[in-house]
Nanobody, 115 residues
Framework: QVQLVESGGGLVQAGGSLRLSCATSGNIFSISVMNWYRQAPGKQRELVASVLSGGSTDYADSVKGRFTISRNIAKNMLYLQMNSLKPEDTAIYYC?????????WGQGTQVTVSS
């Protein structure tokens, strides 16, 4: 079992920055990929960024060049550094972990970007 707890959300002005954190616990060595998703009001949940166990990363076109996903395995942490934030980045952000036989989600953290 893997457990995830997000933190770091909040209210920020457009152009500002936030860093989201996702604390992982449990059988973390079974994790093959970790993601950040987000869901804005009235919209479907969308994939924002991914990091594989080997370290490769991928991003949604809408956040490329602004967001950076990183994982510190020694500290059991996943991060999402968000720069140059826009009002359209407003959403609940979720951390997700997937392994060969499981998928786990965190509870989410709210990010609000004011114009």
């Amino acid at each position: 079992q893997v457990q995830l707890v997000e933190s770091g959300g909040g209210l920020v002005q457009a152009g500002g920055s936030l860093r989201l954190s996702c604390a992982t616990s449990g059988n973390i060595f079974s994790i093959s990929v970790m993601n950040w998703y987000r869901q804005a009001p009235g919209k479907q949940r969308e994939l924002v960024a991914s990091v594989l166990s080997g370290g490769s990363t991928d991003y949604a076109d809408s956040v490329k060049g602004r967001f950076t996903i990183s994982r510190n395995i020694a500290k059991n942490m996943l991060y999402l550094q968000m720069n140059s934030l826009k009002p359209e980045d407003t959403a609940i952000y979720y951390c997700r972990a997937r392994g060969a036989r499981f998928e786990t989600w965190g509870q989410g953290t709210q990010v609000t970007v004011s114009s």
